[in-house]
């Protein structure tokens, strides 16, 4: 059974960076043809995909209005992958999802957003 599981601070200060973990378990992050994604939720509004990273490791994308402040990576020795956001704002509160997605955008991550393919995410509160 596939699992993902976000981790990280549930409270950053203004201007600082926050960094958040997804860990896989149950396959591998280097497997298939799969975009490792960060997507977020701030609170009363809607989804928001970030960017992503592709099995391959080869190649990242990101959204416009994420591009500037974003870094996503991983460790494929210990099938993690990674966000870093960067300068963070109140406007960066959110619950932070990763996800397995069949594309790089979040048309492709709802389609795929069951168990096995979201993780559950994980609030982070930027304030002072």
């Known amino acids: 059974q596939v699992q993902l599981l976000e981790s990280g601070p549930g409270l950053v200060k203004p201007s600082q960076t926050l960094s958040l973990t997804c860990t896989v378990s149950g396959d591998s992050i280097s497997a298939d043809n799969d975009y490792w994604s960060w997507i977020r939720q701030p609170p009363g509004k809607g989804m928001e995909w970030m960017g992503a990273i592709h099995s391959s490791g080869v190649a990242t994308y990101y959204s416009p209005s994420h591009k500037s402040r974003t870094s996503i990576s991983r460790d494929t020795s210990k099938n993690q992958f990674f966000l870093q956001l960067n300068s963070v704002t109140p406007e960066d509160t959110a619950v932070y999802y990763c996800?397995?997605?069949?594309?790089?955008?979040?048309?492709?991550?709802?389609?795929?957003?069951?168990?096995?393919?979201w993780g559950q995410g994980t609030q982070v509160t930027v304030s002072s």
């Open positions: 996800a397995r997605c069949s594309s790089a955008n979040l048309i492709g991550c709802l389609g795929d957003r069951r168990p096995g393919r």
